[in-house]
């Protein structure tokens, strides 16, 4: 059956010419279901329809050849959310959200969403904080998270093709300190199949991180080892910096669902360019594993290049499957004084990576020889003296075995493995920490929850035989991990 010709029907504001240019279908060609899901995919990419279907303008009547109707139902265009409250300890905030999702009638989606929090004095009650917020600026002083993004889903390279720019300015203030980030990025998606998707993109940044009352190089440095609480919200160096990055990356996926797969393969593959610069005096030379100072700030210049493979078997039709993943990455620095930008490091610990260890609190190998070294060095290192915990280069191996118990809970036994090092040279497949759990994981409309606890071997170890040499104390015997969806 071929198809005489397409009507399309419903679309009041969206220009016809886009729905044409996104339909497999053609007129004067053969009638095929894969070309109606096809087509009915890219059409529901554009994000600007509620529903969209694909059939025979008479389905009943016998004919070689039939008009095929294209009907829609489009979305509102535009929309707006907003609200506002006031807490103790966060003063008073306020967000706004705009959207319109269909410009000239050709789904291009702009977006502008700005939350704002404001700290009076009223609401300080310790003096000393009072002193230092009313030394900021008023700018510095205005939490904000303000973002704006601006959607294409043609350039004129075909439906197949998507540009995205967006810019962020985002600014974080505690009882000690304030973090400021402003971003440009571009991103270009390319989706030649449903499974198989790429996308480029460059980006810009500032970032702007200090310790209230002072302006000592180094006080950020000593904050984090006086609070290692905050080593995960500093990712940064001191003072202000500038980075430049541009990214490639590439994904295969073949799973039957992407948050808890039973069936299929998942592959992806990414390299990223990055180039730093800080504002002001920088430091000249290398940093060794022994310094562990990243938040000195230095120019950097590195490739960074990650990956992932996975691998997902159903062993029975109720759905117990066996998941296995192998992730690694390494960074290759570019000049000779370069180290890596703070945010770029790679993190071994939590949900994702290793679950026997809380997230991104695995020390690197190589750090952890020299805190294990004999205490006779002239300059011991301690595990004071490492204030965040990224590396350079890592392997993660995992395995997991997913076992179903009722209609919407199931539990899973799992191994996960790997390790990290801050001089890739160092990387040594023979010296990879374990952990093993169990978990439990309940369905839901927006994913499984999932809830695992990993307990760190080789702290068990310990904990049964006492007299073992080398212990690593600053480790917890296990963690408890939460997170919506599994990998």
């Known amino acids: 059956m071929t198809v005489s010709r397409i009507d399309v029907r419903g679309a009041t504001r969206t220009r016809e010419g886009l729905i044409r240019r996104r339909l497999?279908?053609?007129?004067?060609?053969?009638?095929k279901r894969s070309l109606v899901r096809r087509s009915e995919e890219l059409l529901g990419q554009l994000g600007v329809f509620s529903t969209v279907s694909i059939g025979f303008e008479d389905p009943y009547v016998p004919a070689r050849e039939k008009v095929v109707v294209v009907r829609v139902e489009e979305k509102m265009p535009q929309y707006?959310?907003?609200g506002a409250g006031v807490r103790t300890g966060d003063g008073v905030s306020a967000f706004i959200e705009y959207g319109y999702r269909n410009i000239a009638g050709e789904a291009i989606q702009f977006t502008l969403a700005s939350q704002l929090g404001y700290l009076p004095d009223a609401l300080i009650l310790e003096s000393d904080v009072r002193r230092k917020y009313d030394e900021l600026t008023v700018l510095d002083r205005l939490e904000r998270r303000n973002t704006v993004t601006i959607q294409f889903p043609e350039i004129g390279l075909g439906p197949l093709f998507r540009l995205e720019i967006s810019g962020i300015d985002v600014r974080d203030n505690a009882r000690d300190y304030g973090l400021t980030k402003d971003a440009a990025l571009l991103t270009l998606f390319f989706r030649p199949t449903r499974r198989l998707a790429f996308q480029a993109g460059g980006s810009l940044e500032r970032n702007v991180a200090s310790i209230f009352g002072t302006n000592e190089k180094g006080a950020l440095d000593e904050y984090?080892?006086?609070n290692p609480a905050t080593r995960n919200i500093f990712r940064?160096?001191?003072g202000t910096t500038f980075a430049i990055a541009e990214q490639l990356r590439a994904s295969w996926d073949r799973r039957d669902r992407p948050l808890d797969a039973t069936a299929g393969t998942f592959v992806s593959?990414?390299?990223?360019?990055?180039?730093?610069?800080?504002?002001?005096?920088?430091s000249s030379q290398p940093l060794s594993p022994a310094d562990l100072s990243v938040f000195t700030a230095t120019t950097s210049d590195f490739m960074r290049y990650d990956g992932r493979v996975a691998g997902y078997v159903r062993l029975s039709q109720r759905g117990l499957a066996l998941a296995l993943s192998f992730r690694a990455g390494v960074i290759q620095q570019l000049l000779p004084a370069s180290h890596t930008y703070p945010d770029r490091l790679f993190?071994?610990?939590g949900i994702d990576t290793i679950r026997g260890f809380a997230q991104d609190s695995l020390v690197p190998e190589d750090v952890a020889e020299q805190l294990l070294a004999p205490k006779g060095l002239s300059t011991p290192l301690t595990i004071d003296d490492v204030v965040i915990r990224g590396g350079d280069a890592f392997v993660n191996p995992r395995a997991e075995l997913r076992i179903p118990l009722t209609g919407s809970i199931q539990t899973a036994l799992f191994v996960d493995s790997g390790n990290l090092w801050?001089?890739?040279?160092?990387?040594?497949?023979?010296?990879?920490?374990?952990?093993?759990g169990t978990g439990l994981r309940i369905e839901t409309p927006i994913g499984p929850l999932a809830f695992d606890y990993g307990f760190n071997v080789e702290r068990v170890l310990d904990q049964i035989f006492p007299t073992?040499?080398?212990?690593?104390?600053w480790e917890s015997l296990g963690a408890f991990h939460f997170s919506i969806g599994v990998l």
């Open 422 to 436: 801050t001089n890739p040279k160092r990387l040594d497949l023979t010296k990879l920490r374990y952990a093993t």
């Open 236 to 238: 940064v160096p001191e």
């Open 269 to 282: 593959l990414g390299a990223e360019h990055v180039h730093a610069e800080p504002i002001g005096q920088s």
């Open 224 to 226: 984090v080892r006086e």
């Open 80 to 82: 707006i959310t907003n």
């Open 468 to 473: 073992r040499k080398n212990q690593r104390t």
């Open 24 to 31: 497999v279908l053609k007129p004067g060609a053969l009638y």
């Open 347 to 349: 993190f071994l610990g």
